[in-house]
RNA sequence: GGCGAAGUGGCCGAGUGGUUAGGCAGAGGUCUGCAAAACCUUCUACAGCGGUUCGAAUCCGCUCUUCGCCUCCA
């Protein structure tokens, strides 16, 4: 079966070759750095990082590039307000560059714990001031954008399609609802800002041909698709709330420079809402990552996220999560059992799971039913265990590559280890598991001594810090349980 | 007001015309010194009202409700 993605722009799902045979270019609209990643950024990028291990366990070359946005852009409207970054900059009393540097760092620590796999290219904005540059004056040359009083705007009128990708097209229908007064120096009202003069006192600043200012929200994009991926790409990605104003808007500015397609496929992830509301920094209910990752195996998050299909809303809880955290043991328990197993005859067949796996996988990256045949096979693998004298060598090994390919390679949520202890390094791993070992031999002792009450304590104890000891027909063992 | 998405069992969450989603939680059982884990059995569904159809949670219409966007936002 061919892949298929949901094409937002066509809103169906559509089957997937890319432009150029094996290759494919893909740009995610990244963060911008001026506070720390929140819960609805990790289901960004955990599904865009799905997207691209898929992409590339089915052979393609992905290119897959992911910006930051370190130019401050504002906090109220396009035209009004205080760039965020130097407003961030302005209360940690530090300066913009700082400000951004940190959270960049933050965002990519944060996004390593998740297992997100790093952009190929991760270009800032505030490096690609030239490319910008350039663009508004091929803008300016064809005709599609005016400067007034130091400030240029794209002509909205001059691109037929405007609106095409959130069915806004009616440009006057909207103005009467429009929440965002309309400025006199703007040709039409919906006419958007690709550089802007900078005001007294604003602090990222770059010289322009028209005045020193700064770049509209939507131009970073554009310019550095098409100077790392070219003036078509393959694939777009974003949050949804993106759509309008700021995918049409670059869809508008690309294409009425190059004339091509600037997009073949768009992709917008839905919300994280918390109760049923939708998430926002600005709403301050947003779930700092940081502090999540505190309380919750950044796996388990990871995991949560996958639970749900990208084109669905999540609605984050503790309980909800907390669920996850168990099924996700559940999981990871099967695949220390089939390590630990010793060999017997049982054996079954693979193929069913592989097919049903790629079959999600290819239908629009359906996670929630990818994850749904690891359980089964889960099931399939602990059924066998109970009720034979074990697995054949064959069916372990099958179900093993399996595990790895589609857990830990993949969806990325097993890490292929047999235990290990949190995030800490592999030495004093090993350390501890010496260390858990000694405690399970001096309880077995106690067991022998019928001492229960001893036996007990060492177990709970064990529990208390996370260690989990089960005594099975095979002998003692213990799991990581990953809290939550 | 305009554009768009959605309402599934106690909770989370897939499915899109006829056959078990899956996870978590609940009940009973097997196993165990007791647990845990696992396995077996099992309960609770498709917002409401019409329509199309041999047959609809799935298609169509209406109603109600929720959410997102139209301001920066993953």
């Not at 066509?10 to 089957?15: L, N």
């Not at 600005?282 to 502090?291: E, F, G, R, Y």
């Not at 009720?387 to 993949?410: M, P, V």
Request: glycine fraction near 6%; aromatic fraction near 8%.
């Amino acid at each position: 079966m061919s892949l298929y993605i949901y094409n937002s722009l066509k809103r169906a799902k559509e089957k997937f070759e890319p432009l150029h045979p094996g290759i494919v270019s893909i740009y995610v609209c990244g963060p911008t750095v001026y506070g720390h990643a929140h819960l609805g950024h990790a289901k960004s990028y955990v599904s865009f990082d799905v997207v691209v291990r898929w992409l590339r366990h089915k052979g393609y070359h992905v290119k897959y590039i992911q910006n930051i946005t370190d130019v401050g852009h504002l906090t109220d409207d396009a035209d009004a307000g205080e760039d965020k970054i130097s407003k961030q900059a302005r209360l940690e009393k530090t300066d913009p560059m700082e400000i951004s540097q940190f959270y960049t760092r933050s965002f990519y620590e944060d996004m390593d714990q998740l297992n997100v796999l790093r952009p190929n290219i991760a270009p800032a904005a505030t490096a690609h001031i030239p490319e910008q540059i350039a663009l508004v004056e091929r803008l300016i040359a064809a005709g599609h954008a005016y400067e007034v009083n130091g400030n240029v705007y794209f002509s909205v009128q001059s691109f037929p399609g405007y609106g095409k990708l959130s069915g806004r097209t009616d440009q006057e229908a909207l103005q009467s609802g429009a929440r965002v007064e309309t400025r006199s120096e703007k040709h039409h009202p919906s006419d958007f800002a690709l550089w802007k003069k900078a005001e007294e006192g604003h602090l990222m600043k770059w010289n322009s041909p028209w005045s020193i200012g700064y770049p509209g929200w939507h131009l970073e994009c554009s310019a550095m698709s098409m100077k790392y991926l070219g003036e078509t790409i393959d694939i777009h990605g974003g949050g949804m709330e993106n759509k309008f104003p700021h995918h049409d808007c670059e869809i508008a500015q690309s294409e009425s420079v190059t004339g091509k397609p600037y997009v073949r496929f768009w992709m917008h992830n839905n919300m994280v809402t918390v109760n049923g509301v939708k998430m926002g920094k600005s709403l301050k209910n947003s779930v700092n990552l940081k502090d999540l990752f505190k309380e919750i195996d950044p796996l388990v998050i990871r995991f949560f996220i996958l639970q749900s299909h990208y084109r669905s809303q999540l609605d984050y809880s503790e309980s909800a999560i907390k669920a996850s955290a168990t099924g996700l043991d559940k999981l990871r328990e099967t695949q220390r059992r089939l390590q630990e197993q010793k060999h017997g005859t049982a054996t079954f067949d693979l193929e069913p799971f592989l097919q049903r796996f790629t079959d999600a996988m290819d239908d629009d990256f359906n996670t929630p039913v990818a994850i749904a045949v690891l359980f089964d096979l889960s099931k399939a693998i602990n059924t066998a265990l109970d009720h034979s004298e074990g697995i054949s060598k064959e069916s372990r090994q099958e179900s093993e590559a399996f595990l790895h390919t589609a857990g830990t390679d993949i969806l990325g949520i097993l890490n292929g280890n047999k235990q290990t202890i949190g995030r800490d390094p592999i030495q004093s791993s090993h350390k501890l598991e010496k260390i858990i070992d000694i405690l399970i031999d001096m309880r077995s002792e106690a067991r022998n001594n019928k001492n229960f009450a001893l036996s007990d304590k060492i177990r709970d104890r064990l529990l208390a810090v996370g260690i989990e000891i089960k005594d099975t027909k095979e002998g003692v063992s213990w799991s990581e349980k990953s809290g939550a």
